[in-house]
């Protein structure tokens, strides 16, 4: 089953964080700012799941989502998250038989809006998205999207131990006794620069991806 998430929304910086957290999450996003053009792409391409704004340029979510619904054509039976900016227009929506499988009101939280396709994909029967970064001890490799990146035993050692936690902070001090503990051939290298080989190879192999967070005055972590 496609794990491809259509993001229609004509608010460039929404759009662009709902995509960030679709792309962790292990979906495959694709925003369009334009009603229109989203219903022929939607149509053509037939992804998992359609994040679906009311108020667009081209087509409005209403109309689209009832246009996809016709019977027949393809994408006629898509999952369909709407998002609309007023809470009372949710309750007009429903009363209108819109057509979507859940509503969302605007602001919410990008966490929130995964939880909910995440449900209903797996209402739909779809296979949960693979990890995004997924630890292989037998094989000593860091794989990310399902490919192997190609570590020194060093970055193995740092990498492995962010993203066995994740949402875990480690210092640098952690992270250099990890090292040398998983490693015969640590150094003393600063783990800063690991970090930054680390950074440079995993966004070689799935840009944007920013699987490493430097948070402040701590440490690193890994939120994927
Ligand atoms: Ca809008």
């Not at 949960?128 to 050692?157: C, I, K, N």
């Amino acid at each position: 089953m496609s794990q491809a998430i259509m993001i229609v929304e004509d608010e460039p910086e929404l759009a662009a964080l709902v995509a960030d957290y679709a792309r962790a999450a292990g979906y495959v996003p694709e925003v369009f700012g334009d009603g229109a053009v989203a219903l022929e792409a939607i149509r053509a391409r037939t992804p998992a799941l359609v994040v679906l704004d009311l108020m667009l340029p081209g087509l409005d979510g209403l109309s689209l989502c009832r246009a996809l619904r016709e019977g027949g054509k393809p994408g006629s039976e898509l999952p369909v998250i709407m998002v609309t900016a007023r809470v009372e227009e949710i309750d007009r929506l429903l009363g209108l038989e819109a057509g979507a499988d859940d509503y969302l009101c605007k602001p919410f939280s990008p966490r929130e809006l995964m939880a909910r396709i995440k449900a209903i994909l797996r209402r739909a029967g779809g296979t949960p998205p693979a990890r995004v970064l997924a630890v292989d001890d037998a094989a000593r490799r860091v794989l990310v999207h399902g490919q192997p990146l190609d570590l020194t035993p060093s970055e193995f050692a740092i990498l492995a131990t962010l993203a066995r936690r994740p949402g875990q902070v480690f210092s640098r001090a952690q992270l250099l006794d990890a090292a040398r503990a998983d490693s015969l051939e640590a150094t003393d290298r600063a783990i800063d620069s690991h970090i930054k080989n680390l950074r440079r190879k995993i966004d070689a192999a799935a840009p944007g991806l920013e699987a490493i967070r430097s948070i402040y005055g701590l440490g690193y972590r890994c939120d994927l």
